[in-house]
Nanobody, 129 residues
Framework: QVQLVESGGGLVLAGGSLRLSCAAS????????MGWFRQAPGKEREFVAAISRIGGTTAYADSVKGRFTISRDNAKNTVYLQMNSLNPEDTAIYYC??????????????????????WGQGTQVTVSS
């Protein structure tokens, strides 16, 4: 499995921005679609965003669409999540993950955490009001 390490989390005021990075090691990174999930205490892990293997297709949860942008740089083995207009409801641990797929199909498989194989340790994002 690929090794994933998230970074870039921290404390930010409402309305602010953060950019999360997920650095990967292993040959599977460039062969896999990637996703970002988040989990707050007492809540289930929820889908945030996904990107196809090459990066030509992206998908977002309704709660973050228009505010967050997922991107990837396969040459750097890194996937990013740019988060703008943050609000306290965005507070959570954010995880990146790889999926044994290449495309984001109309089945919306990428919404399901059990579709992913490798996960990072997570990075904490806290948004204060």
């Amino acid at each position: 499995q690929v090794q994933l390490v998230e970074s870039g989390g921290g404390l930010v005021l409402a309305g602010g921005s953060l950019r999360l990075s997920c650095a990967a090691s292993g040959r599977t990174f460039s062969s896999s679609a990637m996703g970002w999930f988040r989990q707050a205490p007492g809540k289930e892990r929820e889908f945030v965003a996904a990107i196809s293997r090459i990066g030509g297709t992206t998908a977002y949860a309704d709660s973050v669409k228009g505010r967050f942008t997922i991107s990837r740089d396969n040459a750097k083995n890194t996937v990013y999540l740019q988060m703008n207009s943050l609000n306290p409801e965005d507070t959570a641990i954010y995880y990146c993950a790889t999926a044994p797929r290449t495309l984001l199909s109309s089945s919306r498989w990428y919404y399901q955490s059990n579709e992913y194989e490798s996960w990072g340790q997570g990075t904490q994002v806290t948004v204060s009001s």
